[in-house]
């Protein structure tokens, strides 16, 4: 498994680049509840030999499928990473809750990525200059 990360949009750029916008990191904080918050989903995924595979991956909220992605891709090299990045999609929240993304790959169910979803007030971060 390579990166899985919640963001607020994904875009592919030229020359194979992938921009993450909006990175969502520790717990997702809203200002209140109900509360919709559109997202996008960056995951890395590797499998252990090349050929055709069948993919899918779940994002759940309280342990109920609210998104299923599944598709078939042609691995030429097993050291390349399969990309995934669906560009944004939306999810409504009436309270509290924890998110969660699995990956179904080579008939095998992996939990990629958690998140709990609450009320707060802005995440506190430090920006450092190069």
Known sequence: ??????????????????TLVGVL?????????????????YLEAYTQSDGVKDLAVEVMVADETVLHIAGRVAVVTARDPIILAPASFALSFDGPADLAVDLVAEGRRQRVLTKTVRAGPEANFVAGET
Not at 30 to 37: D, E, M, Q
Request: hydrophobic share 50%; with cysteine; proline share 6%.
């Open 25 to 41: 990191s520790g717990d997702i904080l809203v200002p209140g509840f109900p509360a919709l918050i559109q997202m996008g989903l």
């Open 1 to 18: 498994m390579g990166n899985v990360l919640l963001c607020d949009a994904v875009r592919q750029e030229s020359m194979g680049k992938i």
